[in-house]
């Protein structure tokens, strides 16, 4: 069974860092892409950040590039999300999703199969 478990989220000021951990399990790591997303309260849910299992290539939603960093550890089969200098507008819920096969966008939620549960981010100003 495919499980993936995001935490890290929590309360910081504008311009801190907080980093969010997505262990995934019940599927070859090495063979997914795992992403990032987030959705605001009356948004739409967009893509942040993605990394491939295989061989670590990264996208980056312009919104974020320069500050979040996603990264890796195969062996632990987690993702990881740093988030630094956060704005108020990354207040969202952010979710880890896995996919094996990506046809089009990389950052499109409808690519991906399996979604963790969210893990609340809130940046105050």
């Known amino acids: 069974e495919v499980q993936l478990q995001a935490s890290g989220g929590g309360l910081v000021q504008a311009g801190g860092s907080l980093r969010l951990s997505c262990v995934a399990s019940?599927?070859?790591?090495?063979?997914?892409?795992i992403g990032w997303f987030r959705q605001a309260p009356g948004k739409a849910r967009e893509g942040v950040s993605i990394i491939t299992g295989r061989d670590g290539s990264t996208v980056y939603a312009d919104s974020v590039k320069g500050r979040f960093t996603i990264s890796s550890d195969n062996a632990k089969n987690t993702v990881y999300l740093q988030m630094n200098s956060l704005k108020p507008e990354d207040t969202a819920v952010y979710y880890c999703?896995?996919?094996?096969?990506?046809?089009?966008?990389?950052?499109?939620?409808?690519?991906?199969?399996?979604w963790g549960q969210g893990t609340q981010v809130t940046v105050s100003s």
């Open positions: 999703a896995a996919s094996q096969y990506v046809w089009g966008d990389w950052l499109s939620s409808h690519e991906y199969d399996y």
């Open positions: 019940g599927f070859t790591f090495d063979n997914y892409a």
